[in-house]
């Protein structure tokens, strides 16, 4: 089965990428981890993502499609993969058809904005240890210390209240259409995000084991 994962950052693909992954036995696959891969292995593609890369810009969409092709194309995703994190754009998705992949269901998960600005600005991690905590929903027992080691919690800059909201408004002008791009493909199938994990996760699973 091949699906995609759309979703705001911060709506919780990753972890409903590696629920679904576990159930149905095929690669979660994210723009990210192909790079990191084609950097590590020094392949052809991985040196021209480098040098966009070294000079601080972005990853061209071609380069990018070369290296999902690459990736797609290896023994473990003869039986489907899931897409986490692409395509991002109308073009990106534009291309993945015109390379003859063939999309089962595009899973779009739903968090209100406001909802992704609390999950993400109370995010805290350990800078000793790298322990992870949450302001609200896993709260350290003492106000900025480990518990683990008693390190300094800190934000990453991309929690930052104001960084999350300058990446949620990226994604609503140039990710959110392609929901109606595969809406009328029939292929949408739309998830409340703003629950528990396993409660998402299970109307997933009905809705791709029927
Ligand atoms: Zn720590």
């Known amino acids: 089965m091949m699906l995609i994962l759309l979703g705001a950052p911060g709506a919780g693909k ?18 990210g981890n192909i790079l990191r891969e084609a950097l590590k292995s020094g ?12 000079a601080g810009n972005l990853v061209p969409d071609d380069v990018v499609i070369d290296m999902l092709k690459e990736r797609i194309a290896q023994p473990d995703c003869k039986d489907g993969f899931i ?17 003859g992949v063939v999309i089962d269901r595009v899973i779009d ?7 992704i600005v609390t ?17 609200v929903y896993n709260p350290p027992k003492v106000e900025g210390v480990c518990d683990k080691c008693a390190g300094a919690l800190v934000q ?8 999350v909201r300058d990446r949620l408004t990226v994604y609503h002008n140039q990710t959110e259409p392609l929901k109606s791009y595969y809406a009328a493909q029939g292929k949408l199938f739309e998830v409340n995000g703003d629950r528990d994990v396993e409660v998402i996760s299970a109307d997933i699973l009905k809705e791709l084991e029927g």
């Open 119 to 135: 999950r993400m600005s109370g995010r805290r991690v350990c800078e000793k240890c790298g322990a992870s905590y949450h302001l």
């Open 43 to 54: 392949t052809e593609l991985g040196q021209k993502a480098k040098t966009f890369m070294d």
């Open 14 to 31: 990753g972890t409903q990428a590696e629920l679904i992954c576990q159930r149905l036995h095929i690669p979660a696959i994210s723009t």
């Open 83 to 99: 897409l986490d994190g692409f395509p991002r754009t109308i073009p990106q998705a534009e291309a993945l058809d015109a390379m």
């Open 109 to 115: 998960i739903e968090v209100p904005d406001e909802k």
């Open 156 to 163: 990453r800059k991309d929690d930052n209240a104001e960084t």
